[in-house]
């Protein structure tokens, strides 16, 4: 079957038009952490052009549930999150006000360690907050592959933290 990107897109502008408190496309973008040509390419025929991690984060912005895009994409209809339901719902963020970008990749993986780096010595010098992710589905192997990886970045991460070498472990 084929995909009806121009379908999608206007499903999702219209599901944007309908959103209430309304959200504008340079509201999306930032929300999403991409540019505002990226939000016009999702609502209309170029949605393909974008990747499928944007999409879904932008239809979850939208109150969608996850796999409306591909029931939309294959003649159906979205299906709207509980929370947001037919009335389009609130735009203010959940939980911790990260990106839906971000929180799609933390909740489709498997997280395998977490770790703050502080920046300066007082709190107010700012962090930097690691989260280190793999398939839900990986094995021992892909794992510890994962794990030598980072631990060769953290040593860098270390590098530019705090001059006395503060990490507060999570």
């Not at 609130?90 to 990260?98: R, V």
């Not at 498997?110 to 280190?132: A, R, Y």
Request: glycine share 12%; aromatic share 2%; proline share 5%.
């Amino acid at each position: 079957m084929d995909q009806d990107f121009a379908r999608l897109g206007a499903e999702l502008k219209a599901a944007r038009l309908r959103k209430r408190p309304r959200i504008t496309q340079p509201e999306a973008a930032e929300a999403l952490g991409v540019g505002r040509s990226t939000i016009q390419k999702m609502e209309s025929e170029k949605a393909s052009q974008v990747t499928p991690t944007t999409v879904r984060a932008y239809a979850r912005l939208l109150g969608w549930a996850d796999g409306s895009v591909g029931q939309v994409l294959a003649g159906g209809e979205p299906t709207m999150t509980p929370e947001d339901g037919a009335a389009g719902g609130n735009t203010a963020p959940q939980g911790l006000g990260l990106s839906p970008l971000v929180e799609h990749e933390l909740r489709s993986g498997k997280v395998l360690e977490s770790q703050v780096f502080n920046l300066g010595p007082d709190e107010s010098d700012g962090q930097i907050i690691v989260v280190l992710q793999g398939r839900k589905d990986a094995t021992p192997e892909e794992v510890e592959r994962i794990a030598a990886r980072y631990r060769q970045a953290r040593r860098h991460l270390q590098g530019i933290s705090s001059d006395r070498g503060e990490v507060a472990e999570s």
